[in-house]
């Protein structure tokens, strides 16, 4: 199969593309590789999928907000399905730069709509995300539950993604699954992060800051876990069959939570951080921050219902992986 993926230089992306050209496929990468965190990581990610798939690895460096250039990239380029996972990503940045959220989020979100749409996709799978859920209190969420009341932009840039996809899956039976992600981490990780930025700080001495004073919960997702739902829902495209379907829609349009279905406390992945590093950290205690949601806890019965999802990494195993690859990537 020839898959067009969109943020391939990213942590989820890249991971995403491994596999892909694991199993014979041909990967269409796009990535603008941003500077959103340390741009050598997705150059290092970047030249990896070039050393793995030879000829089935083409890439694109654009931007997807760009209609004409997107149009013209893809010109000569054959494909039958698309992973739109480029986005700009994280809650906290969203305060201080909101542009950049509707740029890449919305307009790159309708660009590649269009794209789907015109080239005949077969499937398009997209990246929302577990903020849609906001403050919520009914646990865990599901993807039956309402979801209108977005704490930060970026969540709202995400629901409104969900809204314009189902616009395509009935004007013009696009078929569409969108996947709302819970905390990803694991090697080749996001250094933007809480695993990354506490393993980093540990590892070199530093204090952490721990947010509303450790009284977070966090359905942490291992990023094998991840990638195996999304393919499995790549391969799966939503029948247009008039059936209702997970989230709600009549359309060709299916919405998953992919999670872990295990809330975990925040200062439980500290203390794993400090067996694992060896050193205890220095913790300082903060307040919740401006557009941070206290909890996220995936009901998965609907992507597991469908598609057999059965994560099996639990932060037990899942950190110590992460740290053991942290270590080598920074060098030992
Ligand atoms: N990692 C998580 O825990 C998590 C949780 C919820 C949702 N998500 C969503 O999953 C998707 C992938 O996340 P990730 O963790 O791999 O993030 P990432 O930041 O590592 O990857 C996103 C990539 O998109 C690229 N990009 C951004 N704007 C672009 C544009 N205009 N044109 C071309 N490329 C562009 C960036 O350069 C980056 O490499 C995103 O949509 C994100 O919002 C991730």
């Given at each position: 199969m020839r898959v067009l993926v969109t943020g391939v230089a990213g942590f989820i992306g890249y991971s995403l593309a491994t596999?892909?050209?694991?199993?014979g496929d041909t990967v269409i990468g796009i990535d603008i590789v941003n500077d959103y965190y340390d741009v050598r990581l997705k150059e290092a990610r970047l030249a990896r999928?070039?050393?793995?798939?030879?000829?089935?690895?083409?890439?694109?460096?654009?931007?997807?907000?760009?209609?004409?250039?997107?149009?013209?990239?893809?010109?000569?380029?054959?494909?039958?399905?698309?992973?739109?996972?480029?986005?700009?990503?994280?809650?906290?940045y969203s305060i201080e730069n909101p542009h950049a959220y509707v740029t890449a989020n919305l307009v790159g979100h309708l660009n590649l709509l269009e794209v789907g749409r015109h080239r005949g996709a077969e499937h398009m799978v997209y990246a929302s995300s577990s903020s849609v859920y906001g403050g919520n209190t009914k646990l865990p969420f599901s993807v039956e539950d309402r979801v209108d009341h977005p704490m930060s932009l970026y969540a709202a840039t995400k629901k409104a993604d969900e809204l314009m996809s189902e616009t395509y899956a009935h004007l013009y039976r696009l078929p569409l699954t969108g996947?709302?992600?819970?905390?990803?981490?694991?090697?080749?990780?996001?250094?933007?992060?809480?695993?990354?930025?506490?393993?980093?700080?540990?590892?070199?001495?530093?204090?952490?800051?721990?947010?509303?004073?450790?009284?977070m919960y966090r359905d942490f997702t291992f990023i094998?876990?991840?990638?195996?739902?999304?393919?499995?829902?790549?391969?799966?495209?939503?029948?247009d069959d008039g059936?209702?379907?997970?989230?709600?829609?009549?359309?060709?349009?299916?919405?998953?939570?992919?999670?872990?279905?295990?809330?975990?406390?925040?200062?439980?992945?500290?203390?794993?951080?400090?067996?694992?590093?060896?050193r205890k950290a220095e913790r300082i205690m903060m307040d919740m921050q401006p557009g941070d949601v206290r909890q996220?806890?995936?009901?998965?019965?609907?992507?597991?219902?469908?598609?057999?999802?059965?994560?099996t990494t639990s932060i037990d195993v899942g950190v110590p992986k992460f740290v053991e690859w942290y270590r080598a990537y920074n060098g030992g």
């Open positions: 596999q892909l050209l694991a199993r999928l070039v050393d793995q798939g030879g000829d089935r690895f083409r890439f694109h460096r654009i931007d997807f907000a760009d209609y004409p250039a997107l149009t013209a990239a893809l010109a000569d380029e054959k494909f039958e399905r698309i992973i739109h996972l480029g986005a700009q990503a994280g809650v906290r996947l709302r992600f819970f905390t990803v981490y694991g090697p080749w990780g996001r250094p933007d992060m809480m695993m990354w930025l506490f393993t980093k700080a540990i590892t070199e001495g530093k204090p952490i800051q721990v947010f509303n004073h450790g009284d094998d876990d991840i990638i195996a739902g999304v393919i499995a829902s790549l391969d799966n495209p939503p029948p059936a209702v379907k997970a989230g709600g829609s009549v359309k060709p349009h299916r919405l998953y939570n992919i999670g872990n279905h295990k809330s975990e406390h925040l200062l439980k992945v500290i203390d794993i951080l400090e067996a694992e590093l060896g996220s806890f995936a009901d998965i019965d609907a992507i597991a219902g469908d598609l057999g999802y059965r994560p």
